[in-house]
C-alpha cells in the first residue's frame, strides 16, 4: 500500500510549495471563480494538494506537489481554469453580479 507523504504531516520539506494570487474585479467575481474551480478534484490526490480561498477580492490558490514537473503541470491547468472562468464572466459578468436568476 503506498503511504502519501500528506498524509504524514500538514507540511513536508520535500514538496514543492507555490501560492497564487489572482485578483478580481469583485469578492462575488472570485467567489464564482473559486466555487467554478473547486468542483474539479486534482487527478493525483496523493501527489498534488490544492486549496482554493478568497480574501477580499482575490484568489488564492496554494499547490504541494511531490516534484517539479507536476507543480508546473498542476499550476498551468489552474491558470487555464482561471482562463477559462475569467471569459465566462467576461461574457456574462453582469448578470453574475446581480445574483441568482428568479425564475
Known sequence: MYASPFAATPHNVDTIDRII??????N?????????IEVDAELQT???K???????????????TLTIRL???TVNGF????DLVVRTLESFGEEAD??????
Open 50 to 64: 490544492r486549496t482554493l480561498e478568497v480574501k477580499n477580492e482575490v484568489l488564492i490558490a496554494s499547490f504541494s
Open 71 to 73: 507543480a508546473r503541470l
Open 21 to 26: 494570487g489572482i485578483p478580481f474585479g469583485s
Open 98 to 103: 446581480k445574483g441568482p436568476l428568479k425564475i
Open 79 to 82: 491558470l487555464e481554469n482561471v
Open 28 to 36: 462575488k467575481q472570485a467567489t464564482i471563480a473559486k466555487q467554478a
Open 46 to 48: 496523493q501527489a498534488v
